[in-house]
């Protein structure tokens, strides 16, 4: 595999470097912010060779390209020749967020822990043989060996709001060793001693947010916490921060923001953040980790199955980071996390329906891709077995799962924990290991497993390599096809004159260059959509409007000329890509008068564009038409 070359073409197909607002990666994934998702060619990603699957998630462009994801990010660097902020993702996006609040949520999620999720488990691997050193008396504890090599494991945990403040900083559009510096006076020795102080006094007493404090600040009672390997309360204060370094940023003379900018942002920002966002943030924290642990504990079994069997349904919709940030949280408070055994048998379930694919298929490509999937999953990446042998054939793809709920729920019974963070799959059996010994959680863990892979290999070798072919495929669509109507009559998209599109002023319509079709001279700005259909492009500018529809035409709603370059102004778009539209629906609302005083002529271009697909357009009225009126009757082979 050329990853250099793949990585050229990745960046070429997102729009090219200038599109690019922010690039990391995680285990498996390349994830782009981009300034406009639309100048992105989906369909071209997903053909390319080495790429899995395309995710849009959480404002995120994701590629999912496997255990050799670091070969292309790399190779997209070499050519993207980004800044800092943008390999770092403090560049914010121009285009409009998309989803809805919990998707956003999830990408700013997924943005500030996959930078440090691989030095967790580096950490947590240190840690995690040290249990097994000890448990097994090959190692004291009060040795120097072990002195310095649980340094090495617990200072990532102990100083994790100095990490998680460089990465939520950047994040939130703010230097990183902003975010390293107020994270340090987080857990700045003499603030962690003055939280534990003694004679201390209560604010808010009675109440869930009742704090101590034996310190104040210009008078203020300052209630201090300890904030050793706490998650929370650092990224939501540098989400407050990131306000002052943007304010003083724009606001302070050039001359002066070399000293001022960081003074006055630490400041403000520290002071904020150890008074009053700390605090509440912690008590939210904590609030969030209990009421986790309470369902859990309502029914181990049921919880266990339920998420070991849905786990890889949410790894693939990028919808798993919802749940991450609870592994660390509960280790930092309670010593051990009770979610993360719950899912994994779902790495054990799909190693064996890999296997069990790869003894049973005659086709030696497939053969030869379960076994590398196989061979990704025993390190705990799944996403090539995932998307490479179980979507495409469903039966084995639900018996996996099913085998992940099983193990799930024998984990759940048995009381499983992970005590620290480390390797996933089977690696990482260490990290589930009680510090104490080995106990019935760590032996209920082990036969989650092998029951999850033996259930899931069982199940792929009686089902054997049963997916549908292409050539059955290509005839269902080609009989979904058939009962398609093969002539589509088009309605006016907006009040107005309709003229033949030859009369237009400008070229590139009126010679038909893009396609035939008719423009109409508006009276109001309300563009209708004149036929159902997809929208494949939603220029944030306002100003066209690509739809495709199921029966293989497509056309463009082109509001004005050279109206691009309004920038949007006079412009309200009602659509994003990707949105299905019925005839009727309101698309964009412009400003006619304001776009002609601008000097711009603001007649609507509708246009079949050209494809294969297409066979005649015909015109049906000239002169005054009304929305819904029939106007162009397309017919397609």
């Known amino acids: 595999m050329d990853f250099d070359k793949l ?143 649980n340094a090495l494991a617990q200072s990532v945990f102990y100083f994790f709001p100095v990490i998680i403040g460089w990465s939520a900083a950047k994040k939130f559009g703010m230097p990183g060793t902003y975010g390293m510096v107020i994270g340090g006076a987080m857990i700045y020795p003499d603030i962690v001693a003055a939280a534990s102080a003694s004679h201390m006094k209560t604010i808010f007493a009675g109440t869930i947010f009742a704090l101590k404090y034996k310190y104040t ?115 930092a408070k309670y010593g051990y996390d009770v979610i993360n055994p719950l899912i994994f048998s779902g790495a054990m379930a799909v190693l064996g329906s890999a296997i069990g694919v790869a003894i049973k298929t005659k086709d030696a490509d497939t053969r030869s891709m379960s076994i590398a999937a196989a061979i990704s999953s025993f390190f705990g990446v799944s996403e090539p077995a995932l998307y490479g042998v179980l979507v495409p054939r469903k039966w084995i793809m639900i018996t996996s799962f099913a085998g992940a709920g099983i193990g799930g729920a024998i984990a759940g019974f048995g009381g499983a924990k992970l005590y ?65 109507p093969k002539e589509l009559t088009f309605t006016a ?37 004149p036929f159902d259909g997809i929208v494949r492009v939603a220029y944030p500018t306002g100003h066209a409007v690509g739809i495709a529809t199921e029966n293989g035409a497509e056309y463009l709603l082109h509001l004005g000329i050279d109206t691009v370059e309004l920038k949007g102004q006079y412009f309200k778009s009602h659509v994003e890509q990707g949105m299905k539209v019925k005839q009727g629906d309101l698309l964009v609302e412009y400003d006619v008068d304001k776009v002609k005083a601008a000097g711009y002529d603001p007649t609507l271009m509708l246009i079949i564009t050209k494809n294969d697909a ?6 049906l009225k000239q002169g005054e038409v009304k929305v819904g009126d029939q106007i162009l009757d397309v017919k397609v082979k």
């Open 7 to 149: 990585g050229q073409e990745i960046l070429t197909n997102v729009g090219g470097p200038e599109n690019v607002a922010g690039v990391t990666h995680c285990v498996t994934r390349v994830r782009f912010t981009l300034k406009d998702q639309s100048k992105a060619n989906d369909a071209a990603i997903e053909n390319l060779a080495g790429v899995l699957q395309l995710v849009k998630q959480g404002g995120q462009y994701q590629v999912v390209i496997g255990p050799s994801v670091e070969k292309v990010y790399n190779a997209v660097l070499k050519y993207g020749k980004f800044s800092d902020d943008v390999t770092g993702g403090s560049q914010e996006s121009t285009a409009k967020p998309e989803g809805n609040w919990f998707n956003r949520a999830l990408g700013l999620v997924s943005g500030i822990f996959a930078p440090i999720l691989g030095l967790l488990c580096g950490a947590g691997m240190i840690a995690a043989c040290l249990s097994v050193l000890t448990v097994t008396h090959l190692m004291s504890d009060k040795s120097g060996t072990y002195l310095i090599l």
């Open 217 to 331: 600040f210009l008078g203020l009672p300052v209630a201090l916490q300890s904030y050793a390997s706490s998650v929370v309360p650092a990224i939501v204060v540098m989400w407050i921060g990131s306000y002052f370094y943007k304010y003083f940023k724009k606001h302070i003379p050039d001359l002066l923001k070399t000293v001022f900018v960081p003074f006055l942002t630490i400041l403000f920002a520290g002071v904020v953040g150890l008074l009053i966002v700390g605090p509440v943030a912690m008590i939210l924290q904590n609030m969030l980790s209990d009421t986790v642990l309470w369902l859990i504990s309502v029914s181990k079994g049921i919880t266990g199955f339920l998420l070991g069997a849905f786990w890889s349904i949410l790894v693939m919709f990028g919808l798993h980071w919802a749940v991450i940030p609870f592994f660390a949280i509960d280790v």
């Open 614 to 619: 297409l066979d005649t357009v015909t015109p």
């Open 493 to 529: 998209p907006v009040n107005g004159k309709a003229i033949d599109l030859t009369e237009v002023k400008d070229e590139v319509f009126s010679k038909l260059t893009l396609g035939d079709g008719i423009a109409i001279e508006p009276a109001d700005g309300k563009v209708y959509a």
């Open 420 to 484: 620290s963070f480390g390797a996933n799959g089977i690696l990482g059996l260490p990290c589930f290991i009680n510090p104490k010994g080995i106990d019935g959680g760590f032996i209920s863990l082990c036969l989650s497993g092998v029951a999850a892979f033996l259930f899931a290999l069982i199940s792929a070798l009686i089902i054997g390599d049963k997916k549908e072919s292409t050539g059955a495929i290509e005839a269902k669509a080609e009989e979904k096809q058939k009962k398609l």
